[in-house]
């Protein structure tokens, strides 16, 4: 883009930084290479944000408020709660597109770690990501594809941490895709949970896919 854009909103400035952050991990980033991505001059991130730092840590902060949103996304793009549950796995394995971006998703995830600032913004997020989670158990249990008696809220932290290890796990096999190598993970850990009669209708769909269908006539 060319950078003599006049108006420019924070909105596409942060979806600019996140392209970036893509491409570049914390110690390449520069602003210039935002600014070249929003299609403005350096010097108008500079008067906004102040730096490199302000700006991620902006951005940081939009992303502690983004999971209510984010699972609504996945709530009215799926009939189920545990179809949208597997939609947020799969959203996470696209941290792991490849083993690069892998990489340098976790070269940022250490700043969040050690800086106190960019660390409260993660745990807010995650505390918020938790509930949510426990809030799709819940809904499964009342429509009936878990079993009564499951403690959705530590079946929430179980969920929270295997997804989390799964993709760490990923990183070290790099066998398949991280998608598919989480997703195997989590139906482990929902399968003893599952109320028996949705059980039985997810084998039969598994069995389903299996069997050709057959046509009656030509």
Request: positive net charge.
């Amino acid at each position: 883009m060319s950078p003599n854009r006049q108006k420019v909103t924070d909105d596409e400035i942060f979806a600019a930084a996140q392209r970036a952050m893509t491409r570049r991990g914390p110690h390449e980033l520069t602003l210039a290479d935002v600014a070249r991505e929003a299609g403005v001059s350096a010097g108008r991130l500079v008067q906004r944000f102040g730096s490199k730092r302000g700006l991620l840590l902006t951005l940081a902060g939009r992303f502690a408020g983004s999971a209510r949103p984010m699972f609504a996304g996945f709530r009215s793009a799926h009939r189920s709660p545990l179809a949208a549950l597997r939609a947020y796995a799969s959203c996470m394995a696209g941290l792991a597109a490849t083993p690069e971006a892998l990489s340098r998703n976790l070269a940022y995830l250490q700043i969040d770690l050690i800086d106190p600032d960019f660390r409260a913004h993660l745990v807010a997020n995650a505390r918020a990501t938790r509930r949510q989670i426990e809030s799709l158990l819940r809904s499964a249990v009342h429509e009936g594809a878990l079993k009564a008696d499951v403690d959705t809220r530590r079946l929430a932290r179980t969920v929270e941490t295997v997804i989390g290890g799964s993709l760490m796990s990923w990183a070290c096999y790099q066998t398949g895709s991280a998608a598919r190598w989480i997703r195997r993970d989590l139906d482990a850990v929902l399968q003893p949970y599952e109320a028996p009669a949705h059980r039985s209708r997810a084998s039969a769909r598994r069995r389903s896919k299996l069997v050709p269908h057959i046509r009656d006539g030509p």
